[in-house]
């Protein structure tokens, strides 16, 4: 099936895929009926559920920032909802061919039985590497809204349970390293967001984290910044924070700059 070409007001599913995981991606609000979620229950990552005629719910789910309406085929309900949204002032785009196009682009697609409950996250405190690497993953491409409680080490199943809480990148957690592969590694295979960009990203975090970083080239620069991070910033909600940029700036060499170098000489002599 060929992937309708988007009109006016739409948004093709590979240029959505393209903001998905950036700082400043839109907001993607899901409105396909329940009949039709139940014959292919999946989300598009960082995808929020709302249904076509709660103009309340749309509201506050856009709120002030660009969003994406996507159905089924991209037909009534993403454009009767979007029209509802601009009326309000909003910036919406419709996905244009629906959840059925991005299926058949083959882009990623978490199964909704595997969506997180609940917005909050625990772990070990002072993070170095995969720690502050996961919650990005999580923000960016599962639940923008996710919070991170970095408590100490023994305290993090009983935080977990108390508060609610999904531990990661404990020996206990459901979330961890298994084998060679890290946190970020499980993060990614249980919500299937992999992507070529993704991928290559969790092989320098894994080497970075891993006592690899000798395997990978970049793993050393990661591990070398991650170290100098950690000695800046004594709290940890401070230092997640700072870090989100570089793995903004990571994600982006993964996806785009692969093959980019750069060499003083050759510059300054063009």
Same mark, same amino acid.
């Given at each position: ?5 988007p009109g006016f007001d739409e948004i093709s ?17 899901? %409105?396909?009926?329940?009949?039709? &979620?139940?014959?292919? @229950?999946?989300?598009?990552?960082? +995808? #929020? /559920?709302?249904?076509? =005629? ?87 491409? %599962?639940?923008?809204?996710?919070? &991170?409680?970095?408590? @100490?080490?023994?305290?993090?199943? +009983? #935080? /977990?349970?108390?508060? =609610? ?86 994600y982006r060499w993964a996806r785009d700059g692969?093959?980019?170098t750069h060499d003083w000489a050759e510059e300054? +002599?063009?």
């Amino acid at each position: 099936m060929a992937t309708p070409k988007p009109g006016f007001d739409e948004i093709s599913p590979a240029q959505l895929m393209r903001l998905i995981g950036l700082p400043d991606a839109p907001v993607v609000i899901d %409105v396909c009926l329940p009949e039709d &979620v139940a014959l292919d @229950p999946v989300r598009i990552p960082t +995808a #929020v /559920s709302a249904t076509h =005629g709660d103009l309340e719910a749309l509201l506050n789910l856009s709120a002030d920032r660009h969003c994406v309406v996507v159905c089924q085929k991209g037909k009534k309900l993403s454009h009767g909802a979007a029209a509802l949204l601009r009326a309000h002032g909003r910036t919406v785009d419709v996905l244009a061919g629906g959840m059925t196009a991005w299926r058949a682009a083959g882009l990623p697609a978490i199964p909704i039985d595997r969506l997180p409950n609940r917005p909050l996250w625990v772990t070990r405190h002072r993070p170095k590497i995969d720690r502050l690497a996961c919650p990005w993953l999580i923000r960016r491409f %599962v639940d923008p809204s996710a919070k &991170v409680l970095y408590v @100490p080490p023994a305290e993090v199943d +009983a #935080v /977990s349970e108390k508060f =609610g809480a999904i531990a990661f990148d404990t020996p206990t957690a459901a979330f961890t390293h298994r084998d060679e592969k890290c946190t970020f590694d499980a993060i990614i295979d249980h919500f299937d967001l992999h992507t070529p960009a993704l991928d290559c990203l969790a092989k320098v975090i894994r080497a970075a984290d891993t006592g690899a970083a000798r395997m990978v080239p970049e793993a050393a620069g990661l591990l070398a910044f991650s170290v100098g991070l950690s000695r800046q910033f004594k709290d940890d909600q401070t230092l997640l924070e700072a870090a989100l940029p570089f793995y903004d700036a990571l994600y982006r060499w993964a996806r785009d700059g692969q093959g980019e170098t750069h060499d003083w000489a050759e510059e300054v +002599a063009r």
